[in-house]
């Protein structure tokens, strides 16, 4: 199994909605992360877990909060949105090697709109 | 991370070989080159990687000059399905990739 499988695919919230975006892979990579992409923009990186543990946070702002309940789940939880914060929400995830990582596998998305 | 350039653009016809360039001028020793692709509405995927040598796989080639200053990516036979937004990344660590801009190529009949 070389997928990573995010939910749901399509979703639309108000900026007073709490929801969570949830990312899942089973190749036992260690390494999972988040990225938000913008409309004809390129991806930009999130947050980075590394063995369950946050690693990296980008300056994301808290209305973004990040979970990693084991090492095949990632999840993202939502408040208080803005409409600027509509974008699509990538999923990866990587194994760690000696040295650095290995490549990352993305999932398809979920795009999210804020009402 | 060192920053790339790539030319916003680029077309090839099916059948025909896509070379793809990147400059990267700034590369420091311990930096790899890496290679993304993200056809429309998907997340993207990995295509290759390297750091010094010319590497190959089943999906494309990577050429680095001897300076690593810019690299070429070769689809050696372009089919519509290459239709994609190719992004050259340089990393000392592959944990954080910065997507630049990308080179947007279409392959045409």
């Known amino acids: 199994d070389t997928e990573v499988t995010q939910t749901p695919k399509h979703l639309v919230m108000g900026m007073t909605n709490k929801k969570s975006l949830k990312c899942e892979q089973h190749?036992?990579?260690?390494?999972m992360y988040w990225y938000k992409q913008k409309a004809k923009k390129p991806p930009e990186l999130m947050f980075v877990y590394s063995y369950e543990k946050l690693s990296i946070n980008e300056s994301v702002p808290s209305r973004f909060s990040p979970e990693c309940p084991n090492s095949s789940l990632l999840n993202l939880h939502l408040h208080a949105l803005q409409p600027e914060d509509s974008a699509l929400y990538l999923c990866?995830?990587?194994?760690?090697?000696?040295?650095?990582?290995?490549?990352?596998?993305f999932g398809p998305g979920t795009r999210l709109t804020v009402l | 991370d060192a920053k790339t350039t790539q030319p916003p653009s680029m077309d090839c016809a099916e059948g025909r070989a896509a070379n793809l360039p990147c400059n990267h001028s700034t590369i420091s020793g311990n930096e790899y080159v890496y290679w993304y692709r993200q056809i429309h509405s998907q997340g993207p995927q990995y295509i290759i990687h390297?750091?010094?040598n010319n590497e190959t796989n089943e999906m494309a080639s990577l050429i680095i000059t001897e300076d690593r200053k810019s690299s070429t990516l070769i689809l050696p036979h372009a089919t519509l399905r290459d239709t994609a937004v190719y992004y050259c990344?340089?990393?000392?660590?592959?944990?954080?990739?910065?997507f630049g801009t990308g080179t947007r190529l279409q392959v045409t009949l």
């Open positions: 990866a995830s990587s194994q760690p090697k000696r040295g650095g990582y290995n490549e990352q596998f």
């Open positions: 190749m036992g990579h260690r390494a």
């Open positions: 990344i340089v990393t000392g660590t592959a944990s954080k990739l910065t």
């Open positions: 390297g750091l010094k």
